[in-house]
């Protein structure tokens, strides 16, 4: 069996944790680390609290209660702390990754790692296992498309959903961070970009996972229906009830079920787990959300940021074929 370290993490995790923020975070020891997180996830942001201070960085733990969903505001006092330090960490049950706090923080310099889900066993298989050089420079490629691009158009088992993109630059989330400011997920592996707001139409299958609800079996997809760039109906439930009672957030307030996000999985290490955080780098997937986009060229400020996992898509941009049932083509 592994030996364990301080805080009960195996030798293996803490040289994991040790790696991630010296490789992905570039973490120096006259730098500061401001680990946050909650109780749902506490034992890994006391790991990566551990890790620094290993490291001889200058390392604080902050813990919070869980947020309601992913996108909602931390306290001040965490806000204020993520923009002090020189590297944040957000080891936390709901994203944080498109909240004021991180853009704030990543405005004053901070290298921002948001972690929204995670759990131990994702730090030892899967995405953060990833050649992050490769996955660095398969999201520069797929970034550069959606920059250049006007439209996108998915296609799935028979349902069409047309996204505007005109103005709108890609905005790469290679899971690296070396310079002042730079902000996203990790484990990560996805280019996305925040479609224009009133002019998406059509409906689309999510059959891999979503937001709120987790892992979609085969045999229990959702389908999304919207109109102008709103959400109109969600179709589709399970065993535990309707998709649409579970995400009732998303119905709300107009800004909550405005379509926010198309993004692109760029991680080939990637596993479908239920957990978005992993799911939305898989390779050749493509993701939708709903809710905030202000925090990457959009213009919506909601209570949430709700994505959904599409698999083996078939998505063209600009008319140009670029995934084609899960595979890329161009």
Do not use: W
Request: charged share 20%; glycine share 10%; aromatic share 4%.
């Amino acid at each position: 069996m592994p030996r364990t370290g301080a805080l009960g993490a195996s030798d293996e995790l803490r040289e994991r944790a040790r790696a991630i923020l010296t490789r992905n975070a570039s973490l120096t020891a006259k730098e500061s680390l401001t680990v946050v997180t909650d109780d749902a996830t506490r034992e890994v942001g006391e790991l990566f609290y551990a890790a620094g201070c290993e490291l001889g960085a200058t390392t604080a733990l902050l813990v919070m209660p869980e947020g309601r969903v992913a996108g909602e505001e931390p306290p001040s006092a965490v806000a204020a702390a993520m923009a002090s330090a020189d590297v944040a960490l957000c080891a936390t049950a709901k994203s944080l990754t498109h909240t004021r706090a991180r853009i704030n923080a990543a405005a004053e310099g901070t290298r921002v790692v948001t972690m929204p889900g995670i759990t131990l066993s994702m730090l030892q298989a899967g995405a953060c296992c990833a050649d992050y050089e490769r996955v660095e420079a398969l999201t520069a490629a797929m970034t550069a498309r959606l920059d250049a691009a006007r439209t996108a158009r998915i296609e799935k088992d028979g349902h069409t959903l047309a996204l505007n993109l005109d103005g709108r630059p890609g905005v790469p989330s290679p899971g690296v961070f070396r310079t002042p400011g730079a902000s996203g997920n990790f484990p990560s592996g996805e280019a996305y970009i925040a479609p224009v707001e009133d002019a998406g139409s059509g409906t689309m299958v999510i059959d891999g996972s979503m937001v709120g609800i987790g892992r979609l079996s085969e045999a229990a997809p959702m389908i999304v229906h919207l109109e102008n760039g709103r959400l109109t109906a969600i179709e589709g439930g399970d065993e535990t009830g309707p998709y649409a009672e579970r995400l009732a957030v998303l119905f709300e307030r107009p800004e909550n079920g405005t379509i926010a996000e198309l993004g692109i999985g760029t991680n080939e290490c990637a596993l479908l787990t239920g957990n978005i955080l992993e799911d939305e780098k898989i390779y050749g997937t493509v993701h939708i959300a709903f809710g905030t986009n202000a925090s990457f060229g959009g213009a919506t400020t909601a209570d949430c940021h709700l994505d959904g996992i599409i698999v083996n898509p078939t998505l063209y941009l600009d008319d140009e074929l670029v995934i084609d049932r899960g595979t890329f083509v161009a």
